[in-house]
């Protein structure tokens, strides 16, 4: 069974960085497009950026230029590196592998790690 655990989150202040990372039980991320998704309570979960199994990233554009998603195939790790960090990105992450077409959805997902961006 596949398991994906998020670590990395934590409390930073306007303008800062953090480092969330995603690793998984298996070498799932070696055949399966991956993602990192936000939610603020109250709020519909948002896509923040993906990688295909082609490599291919994409970013939300609230996050372009700012955040850096990358996998470690070899340690079974995704990475989320989030830089010049603003309130509007406090939220709770989610790593996610596997989309399924089908159901439009993730296979896979994280348990969530929160982020907390003050002034």
């Known amino acids: 069974q596949v398991q994906l655990v998020e670590s990395g989150g934590g409390s930073v202040q306007a303008g800062g960085s953090l480092k969330l990372s995603c690793s998984a039980s298996?070498?799932?991320?070696?055949?399966?497009?991956v993602a990192w998704y936000r939610q603020v309570p109250g709020n519909q979960r948002e896509l923040v950026s993906t990688i295909n199994r082609d490599g291919d990233s994409w970013y939300a554009e609230s996050v372009k230029g700012r955040f850096t998603i990358s996998i470690d195939k070899l340690k079974n790790t995704l990475s989320l590196h989030m830089n010049r960090l603003k309130r509007d990105d406090t939220a709770v992450y989610y790593c996610?592998?596997?989309?399924?077409?089908?159901?439009?959805?993730?296979?896979?997902w994280g348990q969530g790690t929160q982020v907390t961006v003050s002034s």
């Open positions: 996610a592998a596997c989309p399924n077409i089908k159901l439009g959805r993730y296979d896979y």
């Open positions: 298996t070498s799932i991320f070696s055949s399966c497009g």
